[in-house]
C-alpha cells in the first residue's frame, strides 16, 4: 500500500523506473497517457511496427514532439525523453531499460517477445493475454528458469481478478469461485467485427474516436475474452475451468454469493474452486441493475460458525444461507492501471499474477461450417471463438489453442460449434509460439487421472495449487 511512497522516493533519488513498451495501440495508448504522470518512471523507448500509427496514438493523448523525439534510445536515457523505434529486439536488448511492457495484442509476437526478454534478462508485463491463455504457464517456468519476472498487466481483469483472490486468502477465506462479468447471450457468440458495435452499446463513430479495434472488441462479445481471461485465471490462482465451458449466469453484484454455490446448495458450480463469468443482461436481454459487467469479483466462505456470525453482525450481502460472501471491484481501467504492474515489479520484485499451474485452456472452436481451404482468423473474427475448457480435456482431445488460431488454414471441415483440433489444421511447427506450446503441453501429464480432466504439472519448481477437493486448503495465488 506504499507504491506511491516508493514511486516518489526513486523520483527524488533521480532514479526512476526504466520502461520499454512494445505495442502502442489501444491498451498502449492508455498507458503512454499515464507514465508522464507518474513519479518516478521514465519511459525510455516505443517499439511498433507502425510508427506513424504510435506517434498519431501520442498525439492523441497529449505528447509533445518533443518528448517523443529521441534520436536514439542513449539519447532518451541521457535527456529523460523517449525513442520511437520500429526494432523491438533493440528495444529488450537495450541496458537501460528495467521493464517492458508487451502491449502488441498479437499473441505469436507476444510469445516471441516474452521469451527474448527472458534471455535479456528482463521481467516483464504481458498485456497479451491471448498468448497467456496458451502458453502462460511455460512462459512463467521459463521466466523463472532466467531469474526474472513475468507478469500479468494489472488493469486488465485476469491480474485484478488475482488480487481480489489473493486478498481473500491472505484473510484466511476459503475461495470458493473468482472471476469477471460480462454483457452476454447465446447469440453473441455468432457476432463479427462487422455486428459488434451493435451489440455493444457504442457507435461506430465513437468505437473510431476512441481507437477501438472492432476485431478486438468483438472478442469480448462473442465470448471469446471471457475465455481467455478465466483461462488466465484459474492458471495464475490455482481455480479450476467448468467441464462444459462458461455458464455466464445472470446477475447483479449482490446475486454473486447466491450464484456462486454448488450446485447442491442452489448454485450454479460444479464443485467448489472454480472460475465463472457474471452476465448483467437475463436470459430475455434486459439489462440488470447494479451489475458487475466491467469489473471482477470473488466469492468466499464463512466456513466456520464465528465467521457466519460477523458476516450477520457487519450487514454484509450473503447468499440466503449466510455462508458465502462476495467482494468485487467494479470497474478496471485498463492501460490506465498498467502502472501498477510496472510499480509492482521494480519497486516489490513481485507480478500482478502470474500462472503457477495448467488448470485451464481456450479451444478454438468453429463460428460456422467450415470448410478445407477455410483460413481461421483469430479470436474475434469470422470463423473461430474460443471455449473454456480443462486443460486436461484440451491436451487429451488435442485442442488448437485460440491464440495459434490466427492466419492457419484448414485441412478438414469442421461443424459449426465443434472444437478444432491440431489435426484439422496445417500449423507452422518452426513458428515460436507453436514449439513453445508444444513444449509446454510436454511439461504436463494430459490427465490428472481423478475424473476431472485436471493436467499436473510435471517440472520441478511447480506451486502448489488449490483443487476442488481440497479448496479450502490456503495456497500460494498468482496475485
Given at each position: 500500500?506504499?507504491?506511491?511512497?516508493?514511486?516518489?522516493?526513486?523520483?527524488?533519488?533521480?532514479?526512476?523506473?526504466?520502461?520499454?513498451l512494445?505495442?502502442?495501440?489501444?491498451?498502449?495508448?492508455?498507458?503512454?497517457?499515464?507514465?508522464?504522470?507518474?513519479?518516478?518512471?521514465?519511459?525510455?523507448?516505443?517499439?511498433?511496427?507502425?510508427?506513424?500509427?504510435a506517434?498519431?496514438?501520442?498525439?492523441?493523448?497529449?505528447?509533445?514532439?518533443?518528448?517523443?523525439?529521441?534520436?536514439?534510445?542513449?539519447?532518451?536515457?541521457?535527456?529523460?525523453?523517449t525513442?520511437?523505434?520500429?526494432?523491438?529486439?533493440?528495444?529488450?536488448?537495450?541496458?537501460?531499460?528495467?521493464?517492458?511492457?508487451?502491449?502488441?495484442?498479437n499473441?505469436?509476437?507476444a510469445?516471441e517477445?516474452?521469451?527474448?526478454?527472458?534471455?535479456?534478462?528482463?521481467?516483464?508485463?504481458?498485456?497479451?493475454?491471448?498468448?497467456?491463455?496458451?502458453?502462460?504457464?511455460?512462459?512463467?517456468?521459463?521466466a523463472?528458469?532466467?531469474?526474472?519476472?513475468?507478469?500479468?498487466?494489472?488493469?486488465?481483469?485476469?491480474?485484478?481478478?488475482?488480487?481480489?483472490?489473493?486478498?481473500?486468502?491472505?484473510?484466511?477465506?476459503?475461495?470458493?469461485?473468482?472471476?469477471?462479468?460480462?454483457?452476454?447471450?447465446?447469440?453473441?457468440?455468432?457476432?463479427?467485427?462487422?455486428?459488434?458495435?451493435?451489440?455493444?452499446?457504442?457507435?461506430?463513430?465513437?468505437?473510431?474516436r476512441?481507437?477501438?479495434?472492432?476485431?478486438?472488441?468483438?472478442?469480448?462479445?462473442?465470448?471469446?475474452?471471457?475465455?481467455?481471461?478465466?483461462?488466465?485465471?484459474?492458471?495464475?490462482?490455482?481455480?479450476?475451468?467448468?467441464?462444459?465451458?462458461?455458464?455466464?449466469?445472470?446477475?447483479?453484484?449482490?446475486?454473486?454469493?447466491?450464484?456462486?454455490?454448488?450446485?447442491?446448495?442452489?448454485?450454479?458450480?460444479?464443485?467448489?474452486?472454480?472460475?465463472?463469468?457474471?452476465?448483467?443482461?437475463?436470459?430475455?436481454?434486459?439489462?440488470?441493475?447494479?451489475?458487475?459487467?466491467?469489473?471482477?469479483?470473488?466469492?468466499?466462505?464463512?466456513?466456520?460458525?464465528?465467521?457466519?456470525?460477523?458476516?450477520?453482525?457487519?450487514?454484509?450481502?450473503?447468499?440466503?444461507?449466510?455462508?458465502?460472501?462476495?467482494?468485487?471491484?467494479?470497474?478496471?481501467?485498463?492501460?490506465?492501471?498498467?502502472?501498477?504492474?510496472?510499480?509492482?515489479?521494480?519497486?516489490?520484485?513481485?507480478?500482478?499474477?502470474?500462472?503457477?499451474?495448467?488448470?485451464?485452456?481456450?479451444?478454438?472452436?468453429?463460428?460456422?461450417?467450415?470448410?478445407?481451404g477455410?483460413?481461421?482468423?483469430?479470436?474475434?473474427?469470422?470463423?473461430?471463438?474460443?471455449?473454456?475448457?480443462?486443460?486436461?480435456?484440451?491436451?487429451?482431445?488435442?485442442?488448437?489453442?485460440?491464440?495459434?488460431?490466427?492466419?492457419?488454414?484448414?485441412?478438414r471441415?469442421?461443424?459449426?460449434?465443434?472444437?478444432?483440433?491440431?489435426?484439422?489444421?496445417?500449423?507452422?511447427?518452426?513458428?515460436?509460439?507453436?514449439?513453445?506450446?508444444k513444449?509446454?503441453?510436454?511439461?504436463?501429464?494430459?490427465?490428472?487421472?481423478?475424473?476431472?480432466?485436471?493436467?499436473?504439472?510435471?517440472?520441478?519448481?511447480?506451486?502448489?495449487?488449490?483443487?476442488?477437493?481440497?479448496?479450502?486448503?490456503?495456497?500460494?495465488?498468482?496475485?
Amino acid at each position: 500500500m506504499n507504491l506511491y511512497a516508493k514511486l516518489l522516493a526513486r523520483e527524488a533519488e533521480r532514479r526512476p523506473i526504466r520502461v520499454g513498451l512494445i505495442g502502442a495501440g489501444k491498451f498502449g495508448a492508455m498507458y503512454l497517457h499515464q507514465a508522464p504522470r507518474t513519479p518516478g518512471v521514465h519511459l525510455v523507448g516505443i517499439a511498433d511496427l507502425s510508427p506513424s500509427r504510435a506517434i498519431e496514438n501520442l498525439k492523441r493523448v497529449g505528447w509533445p514532439e518533443q518528448r517523443y523525439g529521441a534520436a536514439s534510445l542513449d539519447d532518451a536515457l541521457r535527456n529523460g525523453t523517449t525513442h520511437l523505434t520500429d526494432d523491438w529486439e533493440a528495444l529488450i536488448k537495450f541496458h537501460g531499460i528495467d521493464v517492458i511492457a508487451e502491449c502488441t495484442g498479437n499473441p505469436p509476437a507476444a510469445v516471441e517477445h516474452c521469451l527474448a526478454a527472458f534471455a535479456s534478462r528482463k521481467p516483464i508485463i504481458n498485456v497479451t493475454v491471448e498468448a497467456d491463455a496458451f502458453c502462460g504457464p511455460i512462459l512463467a517456468h521459463k521466466a523463472r528458469q532466467a531469474g526474472v519476472i513475468y507478469s500479468l498487466a494489472y488493469g486488465d481483469q485476469p491480474a485484478l481478478a488475482c488480487d481480489l483472490v489473493d486478498w481473500a486468502r491472505a484473510c484466511g477465506f476459503p475461495v470458493v469461485a473468482a472471476g469477471r462479468g460480462h454483457k452476454w447471450l447465446p447469440q453473441y457468440r455468432e457476432s463479427t467485427p462487422e455486428t459488434v458495435w451493435d451489440h455493444w452499446g457504442l457507435t461506430a463513430e465513437q468505437a473510431a474516436r476512441g481507437g477501438m479495434n472492432p476485431k478486438m472488441f468483438n472478442a469480448f462479445l462473442d465470448g471469446s475474452k471471457p475465455a481467455i481471461e478465466s483461462a488466465a485465471i484459474a492458471n495464475a490462482t490455482g481455480l479450476e475451468a467448468p467441464s462444459q465451458g462458461l455458464a455466464f449466469p445472470p446477475g447483479s453484484v449482490n446475486d454473486i454469493p447466491t450464484l456462486m454455490r454448488p450446485r447442491a446448495e442452489g448454485g450454479v458450480l460444479e464443485a467448489k474452486g472454480q472460475v465463472e463469468v457474471v452476465s448483467c443482461l437475463t436470459a430475455d436481454g434486459a439489462q440488470i441493475p447494479n451489475d458487475i459487467r466491467k469489473g471482477v469479483w470473488v466469492c468466499f466462505e464463512g466456513d466456520s460458525e464465528y465467521i457466519r456470525n460477523c458476516f450477520q453482525e457487519y450487514s454484509v450481502v450473503t447468499d440466503p444461507s449466510g455462508r458465502y460472501m462476495s467482494s468485487y471491484k467494479k470497474w478496471h481501467l485498463i492501460g490506465l492501471e498498467l502502472g501498477i504492474s510496472v510499480a509492482a515489479i521494480a519497486l516489490r520484485g513481485e507480478p500482478t499474477g502470474v500462472a503457477t499451474c495448467f488448470n485451464a485452456d481456450v479451444a478454438a472452436t468453429a463460428k460456422k461450417d467450415l470448410r478445407p481451404g477455410d483460413t481461421l482468423d483469430g479470436e474475434g473474427g469470422y470463423t473461430v471463438f474460443g471455449k473454456l475448457t480443462p486443460s486436461g480435456t484440451s491436451l487429451a482431445k488435442g485442442y488448437l489453442p485460440l491464440g495459434l488460431a490466427h492466419d492457419v488454414r484448414l485441412i478438414r471441415p469442421v461443424t459449426k460449434d465443434v472444437c478444432i483440433t491440431w489435426a484439422d489444421v496445417a500449423v507452422d511447427e518452426t513458428l515460436p509460439a507453436v514449439r513453445i506450446r508444444k513444449e509446454q503441453e510436454a511439461l504436463y501429464s494430459s490427465v490428472a487421472g481423478d475424473g476431472t480432466g485436471r493436467s499436473k504439472m510435471l517440472s520441478a519448481d511447480a506451486a502448489p495449487r488449490q483443487n476442488a477437493a481440497s479448496y479450502s486448503v490456503v495456497t500460494r495465488a498468482g496475485g
